[in-house]
């Protein structure tokens, strides 16, 4: 299994200038976790964007799909006059609605996603085959909105947290895995009712909780200090920690 960050960044993001997106590589397909800003011009500097296989999106935040409208245009430019769409969109529960109003507000045809991918919501706990020998699970994170964390189980399995604070259900779905993605969005935890992020200690806390082999650390702020997100993290954890950078390949 081979992961590409594509982009590292929170809704304002430093490093490369790119928000959340993971191309996974495995099981002869290619996984596209999330596309935010900027995801889609690095996508295709890589390979064709009609090469993706399937796309899943972790919540409705921006930061976390709107290039979806940029990789759209990329796949009928790979491929004019496409006859049926291929590929699979898988988007949270509601998600097509709130793509809906998107797609009416900039005055884009309903269709235009749905021409090119076939558009899906998942539902939470629930397996989806993606390829012989590849399949997706997601639960339900806590954030500021519904958001989801995703696991792909192929020739090794990985667990994607998108956005959130510590959960015990997006513990559960990590359990044992070979890599666990974990935003490390703060650099203090959040106080008061409404909590929607992870510190780098509280990644760590969920990678150890969880049992996984190693752990990466993303989601940062234009002016997060990453190395300082690790050595928090290194308290918790006493496994390999990664820090995610745009442009970063690993092999899982
Ligand atoms: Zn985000
Ligand atoms: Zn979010």
């Given at each position: 299994m081979r992961l590409t960050v594509l982009g590292s960044g929170?809704?304002?993001?430093?490093?490369?200038?790119?928000?959340?997106?993971?191309?996974?590589?495995?099981?002869g397909v290619c996984v596209l976790l999330d596309c935010?800003?900027?995801?889609?011009?690095?996508?295709?500097?890589?390979?064709?964007?009609?090469?993706?296989?399937?796309?899943?999106?972790?919540?409705?935040?921006?930061?976390?799909?709107?290039?979806?409208?940029?990789?759209?245009f990329a796949v009928t430019?790979?491929?004019?006059?496409?006859?049926?769409?291929?590929?699979v969109l898988h988007l949270p529960p509601g998600g097509g609605d709130a793509l809906g109003a998107i797609l009416d507000a900039v005055c884009f045809p309903p269709d235009f996603l749905s021409s090119?991918?076939?558009?899906?919501?998942?539902?939470?706990?629930?397996s989806i085959p993606l390829a012989p020998g590849l399949s997706a699970r997601m639960a339900g994170g806590v954030h500021y909105i519904p958001g989801w964390g995703i696991r792909l189980?192929?020739?090794?399995?990985?667990?994607?947290?998108g956005d959130t604070a510590p959960s015990d259900d997006l513990c559960e779905l990590a359990r044992g895995c070979d890599l666990l993605i974990a935003e490390a969005?703060?650099?203090?935890?959040?106080?008061?009712?409404?909590?929607g992020h992870l510190t780098g200690a509280q990644a760590?806390?969920?990678?150890?909780?969880?049992?996984?082999?190693?752990?990466?650390?993303?989601?940062?702020?234009?002016?997060a200090d990453r190395d300082a997100a690790a050595d928090d993290a290194?308290?918790?954890?006493?496994?390999?920690?990664?820090?995610?950078?745009d442009g970063l390949v690993i092999y899982v």
């Amino acid at each position: 299994m081979r992961l590409t960050v594509l982009g590292s960044g929170a809704a304002c993001a430093g490093d490369g200038g790119n928000s959340s997106g993971y191309l996974v590589e495995d099981a002869g397909v290619c996984v596209l976790l999330d596309c935010g800003h900027g995801v889609a011009s690095t996508l295709v500097s890589l390979r064709p964007a009609s090469e993706i296989e399937h796309i899943v999106i972790s919540h409705m935040h921006a930061d976390h799909f709107i290039d979806l409208l940029a990789l759209r245009f990329a796949v009928t430019k790979d491929i004019t006059g496409l006859a049926k769409p291929q590929g699979v969109l898988h988007l949270p529960p509601g998600g097509g609605d709130a793509l809906g109003a998107i797609l009416d507000a900039v005055c884009f045809p309903p269709d235009f996603l749905s021409s090119v991918w076939n558009v899906c919501e998942y539902q939470s706990g629930r397996s989806i085959p993606l390829a012989p020998g590849l399949s997706a699970r997601m639960a339900g994170g806590v954030h500021y909105i519904p958001g989801w964390g995703i696991r792909l189980d192929g020739s090794a399995s990985l667990t994607y947290t998108g956005d959130t604070a510590p959960s015990d259900d997006l513990c559960e779905l990590a359990r044992g895995c070979d890599l666990l993605i974990a935003e490390a969005t703060l650099a203090e935890p959040e106080c008061g009712p409404v909590k929607g992020h992870l510190t780098g200690a509280q990644a760590a806390e969920l990678a150890t909780a969880a049992g996984v082999a190693r752990l990466m650390l993303t989601h940062f702020w234009y002016d997060a200090d990453r190395d300082a997100a690790a050595d928090d993290a290194r308290r918790s954890f006493h496994g390999p920690i990664e820090i995610a950078r745009d442009g970063l390949v690993i092999y899982v």
